[in-house]
């Protein structure tokens, strides 16, 4: 049930994602609400819910990209397995400050992941084209101000969608699976 | 505790290793009933947000379009007047370059001191047989002296300031000049006709004159040298029974366009 729900969830921000922001782009960049997703919930330090968040998420978008299969879902389990474990390493709280800066290094290792990745499939001869490192570095900048802005709201379904898992749990003596 | 035996670790690993077989089995191209799936999933939600979206983005675009439309349209407007601005420059500058161009003719072939002047009004204060120059005293202009545009006499100084000059047209009523046909040197006197010609008077009627006779400027007033061409005889007035023959002389200069002259010192 609990994997349904975070599926749904997946499904509904993928469909925001592309039906809403791509007309709404900032400088050719549209924001990464998965992403955003994955990043709340790696943030929990005895939650490991956001692996599966992150290896549907990435599936997700490997499914829709034309790249090499495999470069988002390796570069979401990559940034959100780092950031867990700095998460845990640093004792970080939960708040809009730390949520911010936890973005910004999420948003800069998941662009890096998606780069390298495609560029050693590039080397490897398994792909005929890769993300120009260029390009990444020159959206940057609006993908993280774009980021940031929906941060907020994503964190804040986040929360609702621990809540309605606790709920849940509670109702169903402890075992939602 | 060892890190790769931590829980953590562990589920990285064993997704990273599904990520793998996933990686392969996409290549085999056994992924694509799941791909099929997959990219079917969020349809109804994305057909759902488009449908709202769509509606919004088309009305702010054409809003952000026609403000770039009114910029554009007011910045066209202002370069068509500054197009018709130029366009008033460029025919004026047309304009004065035949004229010159007519006056340079007759300036290299004259043994004459010109000066030459610009006109600066025509028809000044309501007056429609006058001009205004744009030299006066001060280059040597003074009252009387013949203005002359492509080498026929136009008029005569009437007024010389220290800066400008006005000058009365032949075709004024008010002017009257010395003049003889050129061909058999009778002497006469021109005079404007109520702005719409040049008749010339005093013609003997013994003298002969014809229709195409020539008419110039007799040289008896000191300040308007002998032999300026006033013009042609166009039509006889006179009948045999008058005591002076009198004709109207055409001139081919369109006195109401004039742009630059030239006074005789």
């Known amino acids: ?177 | 505790m060892r890190f790769i035996y931590t829980k953590t670790f562990a589920i990285f690993f064993t997704c990273f290793v599904a990520l793998a077989v996933l990686v392969i089995m996409q290549l085999k191209g056994w992924l694509d009933p799941v791909r099929a799936v997959v990219l079917n999933a969020p349809r109804p939600i994305i057909r759902l947000v488009r449908s709202v979206a769509l509606p919004v983005k088309n009305f702010f675009t054409t809003v952000y379009e026609l403000k770039k439309i009114v910029q554009e349209n007011g910045r066209l407007s202002q370069e068509i007047i500054n197009l018709k601005q130029d366009l008033v420059g460029f025919n004026q500058q047309a304009r004065e370059n035949e004229a010159l161009r007519k006056e340079l003719g007759f300036v290299k072939n004259t043994t004459l001191d010109l000066q030459a002047c610009a006109v600066l009004s025509d028809n000044p204060f309501g007056s429609p047989d006058g001009l205004i120059l744009n030299c006066g005293s001060d280059a040597g202009i003074s009252e009387g002296q013949a203005v002359i545009s492509q080498g026929h006499l136009t008029g005569k100084i009437i007024y010389s300031g220290k800066k400008s000059s006005n000058v009365l047209l032949l075709t004024s009523s008010n002017f009257s000049s010395d003049a003889k046909v050129s061909q058999s040197g009778q002497n006469g006197i021109v005079k404007g006709s109520f702005n719409s010609g040049v008749i010339l008077e005093q013609i003997p009627q013994a003298s002969d004159l014809t229709k195409g006779s020539l008419v110039v400027t007799a040289g008896i007033n000191e300040k308007i040298p002998k032999n300026i061409i006033i013009g042609e005889v166009s039509d006889i007035l006179s009948s045999g029974n008058d005591l002076f023959k009198k004709a109207a002389l055409s001139s081919p200069i369109d006195f109401h366009n004039l742009e630059f002259v030239f006074v005789v010192k």
């Open chain 1, 1 to 177: 049930m609990k994997y349904l729900i975070y599926l749904l969830a997946i499904i509904i921000l993928l469909g925001i994602n592309l039906g809403l922001f791509n007309y709404l782009q900032i400088q050719n960049q549209m924001p990464n609400l998965l992403l955003l997703l994955t990043l709340c919930f790696a943030l929990e330090k005895k939650d490991y819910d956001f692996f599966f968040i992150a290896f549907v998420s990435g599936l997700f978008l490997d499914f829709y990209s034309t790249g090499f299969f495999g470069q988002f879902t390796l570069a979401f389990l990559l940034a959100a397995f780092f950031l867990h474990i700095f998460a845990n390493i640093l004792a970080l709280e939960q708040n809009f400050k730390t949520l911010s800066a936890a973005l910004a290094v999420c948003v800069i290792f998941f662009n890096f992941f998606v780069w390298l990745y495609s560029f050693a499939a590039f080397k490897l001869n398994w792909t005929g084209e890769y993300l120009d490192f260029k390009m990444l570095l020159k959206g940057l900048a609006a993908s993280l101000v774009y980021s940031w802005l929906l941060l907020y709201p994503v964190y804040l379904l986040s929360q609702f969608l621990k809540r309605s898992l606790d709920r849940l749990n509670q109702r169903s003596g402890g075992v939602v699976r």
